[in-house]
């Protein structure tokens, strides 16, 4: 296939028409219902392969300052800011076994993080630790979120295994009483909840899949104790098996080429290729990174957040393709700057979207030697419909004898399963094993989901009030009629595709205001007042590019192809504006949130 010229006046239009083509291949009419959750008889795919066995504990009846609702990195980060802030009784209730959160629940073989560790990884000046790769594993990341928990001592009164079952506000006491799925009915004075977004995984609803006789297991749940191995490899237990992988997201790009090292044979159940971009990933020293004084880290990550917030920097500290492509990016958040001539701005972003494209089809073309084989596995959209990813080990798998890859495109993926395997068009494909690499459902975990009934002040369920007047907040941190209640994630506040910055930016905030509050006996919770404000702000700079959505292939970025209608409202100024813009107001405004009466 040859591509046209990116800045040949045919070659927008020419694109349009093949990505439309390719989108309306792919929109299903049973959009997001087309999934399964793992629950009823799915249940099982849930179950923590990796806890050692709890067994049963006394149900708490106590106090504390705060709980923190997650142990992932926005609990721990939360927890440590407020040990910073000289917060003693912190309690992380958490449903995994231990700290980690996503990196706890994904240990599939070939985890990494493609955000640059130096980065990604919170806490490197105040630990002292400095990656010795540009691009973590997972076990180093789920490592260093334990440190952080060991190093401000958030173990001792953390309950894992354990899931936040209600909360309620209590205005006599002014206390929020905590209830778990474990009998715990503890009080604390606050509760941040740090809940995560890509947190309930999703099962593909292909008809039959309950017949299957082989085995199967979500990537979220990996089951070492069939494959053997661990997530750098070895997976000997499937030397003899035929394996079935659905799913080549990011997760699926990183899970394959594993499973070609050590598989008998693997069948890819692809129906839309990834972008696949060049790795690199490479052994790094503290030198490399500057990491000789105090404060490096930070500078580093700010450094990388402004480039992909789109602002200019002097030095580009990271240097790969996430900060060369940050042009690119801004479709990706739902913070856009809005450019003074749009129509230039379409023109130029047109041209390096096609660049950009065709030098990863063209990168395509030059490692899979089967012609036919690359020509499925080129993506034909535009880049950040779907989460680009990064492997120099993905396409080089298709180049081996064990490798096959069934493209299922034109059924809307597998179109059923039986006894012995998978169906697609004419064949049946026999297999033991299938695995699922089909991610996680949005915006059904958390405070806002209903799976954690919230009450707040008078008894207003939170469900319930954003329901008659829409998601209301203060930075999307606090809300009116919840007092002493923070919610750390991205919805009306600044998103990155660097998210353990944002959490930290969210839980150096949280823990200010928890400080604040208790220096002044007072309750914190923003006026209505404040609330319409803060949504002006919002509105004002409401995305456009809606468009952009709207046009592609289906995923979960756009609610499998319906728009956007998961994507959160944001502060229209990027992330580092954001961040800015809290630490200003903490300076000036923040005794506006807290009162020692109760507010209109
Ligand atoms: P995704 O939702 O990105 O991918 C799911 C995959 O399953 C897609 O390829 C999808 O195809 C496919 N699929 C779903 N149903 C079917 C079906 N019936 N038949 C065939 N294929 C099907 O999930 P991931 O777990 O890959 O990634 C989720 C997110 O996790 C990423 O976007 C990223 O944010 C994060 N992540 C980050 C990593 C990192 O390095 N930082 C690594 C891994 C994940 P289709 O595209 O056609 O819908």
């Not at 060049?278 to 500057?290: E, I, K, P, S």
């Not at 209640?485 to 991205?490: D, E, F, V």
């Not at 404040?530 to 046009?551: I, K, N, Q, S, Y």
């Amino acid at each position: 296939m040859t591509y046209p010229d990116a800045t040949s006046p045919e070659a927008p239009a020419e694109l349009r028409r093949r990505y439309r083509v390719e989108r309306e291949r792919r929109v299903r009419p049973d959009g997001t219902r087309q999934y399964l959750a793992a629950d009823a008889e799915f249940g099982y795919y849930a179950d923590d392969p990796y806890a050692v066995a709890s067994g049963a504990r006394e149900p708490l009846r106590d106090d504390v300052d705060v709980a923190v609702v997650g142990g992932g990195f926005g609990g721990i980060l939360a927890g440590a800011r407020l040990r910073q802030q000289g917060v003693r009784r912190v309690r992380i209730v958490e449903k995994g076994g231990d700290f980690g959160g996503t990196w706890y629940w994904n240990r599939y073989p070939g985890i990494h993080c493609d955000i640059e560790s130096h980065v990604y990884l919170p806490m490197l000046d105040e630990t002292g630790y400095v990656p010795e790769w540009k691009y973590a594993p997972g076990e180093e990341i789920r490592r260093h979120a334990v440190r952080i928990a060991e190093k401000f001592d958030l173990g001792a009164d953390a309950l894992f295994s354990t899931s936040v079952t209600c909360l309620t506000w209590d205005d006599n006491a002014r206390n929020w009483l905590v209830t778990t799925d474990r009998g715990d009915e503890f009080r604390a004075t606050y509760v941040i909840t740090a809940t995560g977004t890509l947190t309930e995984l999703k099962l593909p609803g292909i008809p039959g899949i309950e017949n299957f006789q082989g085995h199967t297991f979500h990537t979220s749940r990996w089951d070492y104790g069939y494959t053997g191995g661990t997530p750098d490899g070895g997976l000997t237990g499937l030397a003899d098996k035929r394996v079935g992988v659905v799913g080549t997201g990011a997760t699926g790009v990183q899970v394959i080429p594993k499973l070609a090292e050590d598989a008998g044979h693997v069948y890819v159940f692809q129906r839309t290729p990834s972008t696949v971009d060049v790795r690199a990933n490479r052994r790094t020293t503290a030198r490399d990174v500057g990491a000789d004084h105090d404060g490096w880290a930070r500078e580093r990550r700010d450094n990388f957040l402004r480039i992909v917030s789109g602002e200019t920097v002097e030095h580009d500290l990271v240097a790969d393709r996430w900060t060369e492509t940050a042009g690119l990016l801004e479709k990706l958040l739902p913070s856009f700057r809005r450019p003074a001539d749009r129509q230039a701005y379409e023109a130029a972003y047109e041209v390096a979207d096609a660049r950009k494209m065709n030098e990863v089809r063209a990168r395509v073309e030059r490692i899979v030697a089967d012609a036919d084989t690359a020509e499925k596995l080129k993506p034909w959209y535009r880049y950040a419909c779907k989460r680009p990813t990064f492997s120099d080990t993905y396409l080089q798998a298709f180049n081996r004898d064990n490798v096959t890859l069934v493209d299922t495109a034109d059924t809307h993926g597998i179109e059923r399963m039986t006894e012995h395997g998978v169906v697609v068009g004419d064949t049946e494909y026999a297999l033991d094993c299938l695995v699922f690499a089909t991610g996680f459902s949005v915006g059904v975990s958390g405070v806002h989901s209903g799976k954690l009934p919230v009450r707040g002040r008078d008894g207003v369920h939170l469900l319930d009030a954003l329901k008659r007047r829409g998601p209301r907040s203060l930075h999307g941190l606090t809300s009116n009629g919840f007092p002493n209640l923070i919610q750390l994630g991205a919805s009306q506040s600044a998103s990155s595709v660097n998210f353990t910055h944002v959490l930290d930016e969210h839980a150096v905030h949280a823990a200010a205001l928890v400080a604040a509050a208790e220096a002044r006996g007072a309750v914190i919770e923003p006026s209505r007042e404040a609330e319409d404000a803060w949504l002006a702000v919002l509105a004002e700079g409401a995305p456009d590019h809606e468009w952009f959505h709207a046009e592609c292939t289906p995923g979960y970025y756009n609610g499998e192809g319906r728009g956007r209608p998961n994507a959160p409202i944001a502060y229209p100024h990027g992330a580092a504006a954001f961040h800015e813009l809290l630490r200003r107001w903490r300076e000036t405004s923040m005794s506006d949130v807290l009162h020692t009466e109760r507010p209109c």
